[in-house]
């Protein structure tokens, strides 16, 4: 089955404690990207990816970082978390050529 | 600057209405696609529908219609004859090139609909 899969799925950690949200997707799809949905503000990107070690910011990178080392993994870093990143994470990747994205289930982040 | 606006914070209908939800962009670019997604209250994200900005026919799929017009920047989303399980956010978007590659996707901030039995 087609699909990006996100872990963890729900986490509850403390301001500064490293973590990493896993993503993956089996379509072969060139461009992986990162977007944190918040009420009232739809979604915004966070980084996005056009292919393996080919990363670039998008609108709210500050306080997160990326790596694309395989085409079907995009891990997004919180090197050290703080409450505003409190928020529904979503991975999404897409062909290029095709512009619509397919989504993974989302991971829901608390920091407190 | 680009930018995706959904007035309807959120709309109730009664199951069988027909409704519309509304989508207006602003964008720069002559070449950009338009898309909608769907948002049930089990949270995953689902794609509806792409439409190029050289494209204006609009389209039908089932009880779906989307009405693309772009001299007044609209993108509308029309849902006949409603069912419960229509009940979700629709996220309207817009996508286009970047300068470094790749292309941006904007989002609005969805409209929530509710489908009452």
């Known amino acids: 089955e087609a699909q990006v899969t996100q872990n963890p799925r729900y986490l509850i950690t403390v301001t500064g404690k490293k973590l990493t949200v896993t993503c993956s997707q089996n379509?072969?799809?060139?461009?992986m990207s990162w977007y944190r949905q918040d009420p009232g503000l739809g979604l915004r990107q966070i980084y996005y990816?056009?292919?393996?070690?080919?990363?670039d910011k998008g609108d709210v990178p500050e306080g997160y970082k990326v790596s694309r080392k395989e085409k079907r993994n995009f891990p997004l870093i919180l090197e050290s978390p703080s409450p505003n990143q409190t928020s529904l994470y979503f991975c999404a990747s897409s062909l290029p050529g095709r512009r619509e994205q397919y989504f993974g289930p989302g991971t829901r982040l608390t920091v407190t | 600057a680009q930018k995706v606006t959904q007035a309807q914070t959120e709309i109730s209908v009664v199951e069988k209405e027909d409704v519309t939800l509304d989508c207006v962009y602003e964008t720069r670019d002559t070449t950009y696609y338009l898309f909608w997604y769907k948002q049930p209250p089990s949270g995953e994200l689902v794609f509806l529908i792409r439409r190029n900005s050289f494209d204006e026919q609009n389209e039908i799929s089932g009880r779906y219609s989307w009405n693309f017009q772009k001299s007044t920047s609209s993108f509308n989303f029309t849902i006949t004859a409603s069912q419960v399980v229509d009940s979700a956010v629709y996220f309207c978007?817009?996508?286009?090139?970047?300068?470094?590659?790749?292309?941006?996707?904007?989002f609005g901030a969805g409209t929530r609909l509710f489908v009452k039995a």
């Open positions: 990816s056009m292919n393996v070690e080919v990363t």
């Open positions: 379509m072969n799809h060139e461009y």
């Open positions: 978007a817009l996508s286009e090139p970047r300068n470094t590659g790749g292309f941006k996707t904007i």
